[in-house]
């Protein structure tokens, strides 16, 4: 009886295992497949309205200082992760991420989420974009 049992827990056990090893190599072929994905632009951009630079907009583009944010904005005004901005059917929103000098729309500042569109003025610490569509 015992003999019976341990050679079907060992079998589960081993099952187990090859499952956990399967579900692992999953997830890190996922990954790897989705970092190689290429990341559809769309048409929106944010033209820097104090140097003219030119930022294309993605699906969900982030916005702040560090290395891993979209666009990279080197200004000790603007957070670490400061906002962003994803698209939403043929709407845009922008998302303050709690920065510390806070996202303003239009001199308005937001303290969450909100709507934005063509031609408005996004304040992000004491950098300035327009927001075309």
Excluded: W
């Excluded at 308005?108 to 327009?130: P, Q, S, V």
């Amino acid at each position: 009886m015992y003999t019976l049992a341990s050679t079907v827990l060992r079998y589960v056990l081993i099952i187990l295992i090859y499952l956990f090893i399967y579900k692992v190599f999953k997830i890190i072929y996922m990954d790897i497949k989705g970092v190689r994905k290429e990341r559809e632009i769309t048409k929106a951009r944010l033209i820097s309205l104090s140097g003219g630079s030119n930022y294309n907009l993605f699906e969900v583009t982030t916005i702040g200082r560090a290395n891993d944010c979209d666009i990279i904005i080197e200004n000790p005004y603007v957070s670490s992760k400061h906002v962003i901005i994803r698209k939403k059917g043929n709407k845009y929103i922008i998302q303050d991420l709690n920065s510390t000098n806070g996202t303003f729309i239009n001199g308005k500042r937001i303290k969450n989420i909100a709507n934005i569109r063509n031609n408005d003025i996004i304040t992000l610490g004491n950098e300035e974009f327009r927001f075309i569509v």
